[in-house]
């Protein structure tokens, strides 16, 4: 069993990629959806709407929902790659007190989150070419351009520990950014990981 988390800032077209190669390839890829847009569904709210004590909540939510997901899937579907709309490390980037203190309230280590997946990619925002719809497509997101840019750079420097994280960045159309991620996984997955 390999995990692929396809990771980046609000607006880089996680969700749909995921979908999308998942869709396109039943036989080879289980799908992992997002857990926090999940959890701030049934909660019907959003980060920016909590308190301090309700962002902490709302993260350990998360991180145990995204375990409890990829746990699931794997024994589900022994044979399939789990391809992973976001991973553990993301929760680390809205952990109000650092990732550190993220690292510490979940009783884990970032290195122990990153050796739980096989490879990483990240896919920058399109706020980077003034493309960026907010809350639009996403009723969970808050983040205006500037914000969803910063994201994309500290998400990129949480999993930038990882030995095979790659970087898609932004296109005009997202189906070039479908296609390059793709084609990324398809090599990844060639070459055993």
């Not at 077209?13 to 869709?23: D, E, H, N, Y």
């Not at 049934?42 to 980060?47: E, F, N």
């Amino acid at each position: 069993m390999k995990k692929i988390v396809i990771t980046g800032g609000p607006g880089s077209g996680k969700t749909v990629i995921t979908a999308a190669l998942a869709a396109a390839l039943p036989d080879r890829f289980a799908l992992v959806p997002e857990a926090a847009t999940q959890v701030y569904t049934l909660l019907q709210t959003r980060w920016d709407k909590l308190d301090l004590e309700g962002r902490h909540d709302v993260q350990r939510r998360i991180y145990r929902l995204q375990r409890e997901q990829e746990e699931r899937l794997t024994l589900e579907h022994p044979t399939k790659t789990l391809l992973l709309d976001r991973g553990t490390i993301d929760g680390a980037a809205y952990w109000p007190d650092g990732a550190e203190d993220y690292w510490r309230d979940l009783n884990t280590t970032h290195a122990e989150e990153l050796a739980r997946y096989d490879a990483v990619i990240l896919l920058e925002t399109c706020a980077v070419l003034g493309l960026y719809d907010g809350d639009e497509s996403n009723s969970c997101r808050f983040e205006d351009p500037q914000a969803a840019i910063a994201s994309s750079e500290l998400l990129k420097r949480l999993w930038g520990g990882h030995p095979r994280m790659h970087v898609v960045g932004a296109r005009h159309r997202l189906d070039d950014k479908i296609a390059e991620a793709g084609a990324l996984i398809e090599r990844l997955t060639s070459d055993g990981l």
